[in-house]
């Protein structure tokens, strides 16, 4: 199965679900957008295939979101599209496409949804919460 994680190395959010994907025994299309960027026709396509908006994939916090006065809900989604390309990191991460489905996986255990098997168990969060417990089941 093919699987693409535009991930953020920096965000544990994002670690986490590469860290599901890989335990899934699929390695993924990893894609540091920080890095890369977007482009309109790109986040067209992924926002319209996981059902969201700009705004909603928008990330408000740990970004320059404030500053660059998009909070503000008259900011019309061409303005947002237009400070996401300029500003990779206001695009909320981490977005995954797999033969199952587009997804903003926040939380983590979102991914789950996108594999084909589910990774065996026990396995944690960075934060030591369980995913998956010792039978291989979903927690939570």
């Not at 535009?6 to 994907?21: D, F, K, M, Q, W």
């Not at 990893?30 to 926002?47: C, D, K, M, N, S």
């Not at 006065?69 to 909320?92: Q, R």
Request: aromatic share 2%; net charge negative.
């Amino acid at each position: 199965m093919s699987i693409v994680i535009h991930h953020n190395p920096a965000c544990g959010t994002s670690r986490n679900v590469l860290e599901l994907i890989r335990a899934s025994g699929t390695e993924p299309t990893v894609i540091e957008y920080l890095q890369t960027g977007w482009t309109r026709p790109q986040l067209h396509a992924l926002f319209a295939a996981a059902g969201l908006t700009p705004r909603d994939a928008l990330r408000t916090s740990k970004s320059p979101a404030a500053e660059l006065g998009l909070l503000d809900e008259s900011v019309d989604d061409e303005t947002l599209l237009d400070a996401m390309i300029a500003h990779p990191v206001l695009v909320n991460r981490p977005i995954v496409a797999s033969p199952k489905g587009v997804r903003l996986c926040r939380p983590s255990e979102t991914v789950l949804d996108l594999l084909d098997r589910l990774p065996p168990g026990p396995l944690f969060k960075e934060d030591g919460s369980a995913v998956i417990d010792a039978d291989g089941r979903r927690v939570g």
